[in-house]
């Protein structure tokens, strides 16, 4: 049965504080991401968390396009590749060599990096922030990446199980430039103890509130003493950008003659993909098609 707060992004704000929040809920798009993948337990775990991360990080820009958060090293799992649109379309992928122990970043991934990528729609402009496997956990990474790349002290919260995975985003918003420095000084001091505050009560939060409680409830339970306003969610969901269209591209890109040696090995050609695990297959005659319509002049002109 589906959750009312399934598959939704929820922004609020604290109206005394400069603290603004998301928080985010994936099951069917969680669930239809792994489905497919045969994960051990800690290597599933983890892209939950890295999924409901991405979702959060985009939460939180305007832009239109891609958002890319991505960890590699040298550990059993040596890749993790979570994606997002601005609207919220995510999919994602973990490679691993060997059954993880731990849980640890460090001894999970080993030695390497967490990247944030992104990328508007047309690709003509691209940022990019690396962050070193330097926590234990996702969020501990994220933390860092906000307070070097954007300057704002932020906390971030994840919990996953089998159905869902769930992530509470809390940020510091900037204060000060009034018309007087000493003003300033006041400001901003009065903003640390009120974030100081928030994050008193929201350390209150067990895992298994993050995942269980709606946002209403959630918010209650940790802020009802507060004035916080709670915006209309947004959904979120999974979509792979696979199509039979780009993997012929791939092929065509491949040449003929590769393509034709894979047919003669194997009888056929099947590119799977790689986030949602759909198998695209093409037979000898499919095959030779490819390059038929790749290379086949255009019609002469017609002449009257």
């Given at each position: 049965?589906?959750?009312?707060?399934?598959?939704?992004?929820?922004?609020?704000?604290?109206?005394?504080?400069?603290?603004?929040?998301?928080?985010?809920?994936?099951?069917?798009?969680?669930?239809?991401?792994?489905?497919?993948?045969?994960?051990?337990?800690?290597?599933?775990?983890?892209?939950?968390?890295?999924?409901?991360?991405?979702?959060?990080?985009?939460?939180t820009l305007k832009f239109e396009g891609l958002l890319t958060l991505q960890m590699q090293g040298n550990g059993p799992m040596h890749l993790l590749v979570a994606q997002s649109t601005h609207g919220h379309a995510m999919?994602?992928?973990?490679?691993?060599?060997?059954?993880?122990?731990?849980?640890?970043?460090?001894?999970?991934?080993?030695?390497?990096?967490?990247?944030?990528?992104?990328?508007?729609?047309?690709?003509?402009?691209?940022y990019q922030g690396v962050v070193p496997l330097s926590g234990a956990r996702i969020a501990e990474c994220l933390e860092g990446y906000f307070l070097n790349s954007e300057q704002l002290p932020s906390r971030l919260w994840?919990?996953?199980?089998?159905?869902?995975?769930?992530?509470?985003?809390?940020?510091?918003?900037?204060?000060?430039?009034?018309?007087?420095?000493?003003?300033?000084?006041?400001?901003?001091?009065?903003?640390?103890?009120?974030?100081?505050?928030?994050?008193?009560?929201?350390?209150?939060?067990?895992?298994?509130?993050?995942?269980?409680?709606?946002?209403?409830?959630?918010?209650?339970?940790?802020?009802?003493?507060?004035?916080?306003?709670?915006?209309?969610?947004?959904?979120?969901?999974?979509?792979?950008?696979?199509?039979?269209?780009?993997?012929?591209?791939?092929?065509?890109?491949?040449?003929?003659?590769?393509?034709?040696?894979?047919?003669?090995?194997?009888?056929?050609?099947?590119?799977?993909?790689?986030?949602?695990?759909?198998?695209?297959?093409?037979?000898?005659?499919?095959?030779?098609?490819?390059?038929?319509?790749?290379?086949?002049?255009?019609?002469?002109?017609?002449?009257?």
């Amino acid at each position: 049965m589906r959750r009312a707060d399934g598959d939704r992004m929820h922004r609020f704000l604290f109206e005394r504080f400069p603290v603004r929040g998301h928080l985010v809920h994936l099951d069917a798009s969680y669930r239809a991401l792994v489905e497919h993948h045969d994960y051990p337990p800690i290597v599933r775990e983890t892209l939950g968390e890295a999924l409901a991360s991405t979702a959060l990080l985009v939460a939180t820009l305007k832009f239109e396009g891609l958002l890319t958060l991505q960890m590699q090293g040298n550990g059993p799992m040596h890749l993790l590749v979570a994606q997002s649109t601005h609207g919220h379309a995510m999919r994602g992928v973990a490679r691993y060599t060997a059954e993880p122990e731990s849980r640890d970043l460090r001894a999970l991934v080993g030695e390497g990096h967490v990247t944030v990528t992104v990328e508007n729609a047309e690709r003509t402009s691209r940022y990019q922030g690396v962050v070193p496997l330097s926590g234990a956990r996702i969020a501990e990474c994220l933390e860092g990446y906000f307070l070097n790349s954007e300057q704002l002290p932020s906390r971030l919260w994840l919990s996953v199980t089998p159905e869902r995975a769930s992530g509470l985003l809390l940020q510091r918003l900037p204060v000060g430039s009034t018309a007087s420095a000493e003003e300033d000084l006041v400001e901003i001091a009065a903003a640390d103890e009120d974030w100081q505050r928030v994050l008193m009560l929201a350390n209150t939060l067990t895992n298994h509130e993050l995942v269980s409680l709606g946002a209403d409830e959630l918010l209650h339970r940790l802020f009802h003493e507060e004035d916080v306003r709670l915006f209309e969610p947004t959904p979120v969901y999974f979509q792979c950008a696979c199509s039979r269209e780009r993997v012929v591209g791939i092929l065509r890109s491949l040449g003929a003659e590769e393509v034709q040696s894979i047919v003669a090995e194997r009888g056929n050609v099947e590119v799977r993909c790689e986030f949602c695990n759909r198998a695209y297959e093409f037979d000898a005659v499919d095959a030779a098609g490819l390059f038929v319509a790749a290379t086949s002049p255009s019609a002469p002109p017609a002449k009257h």
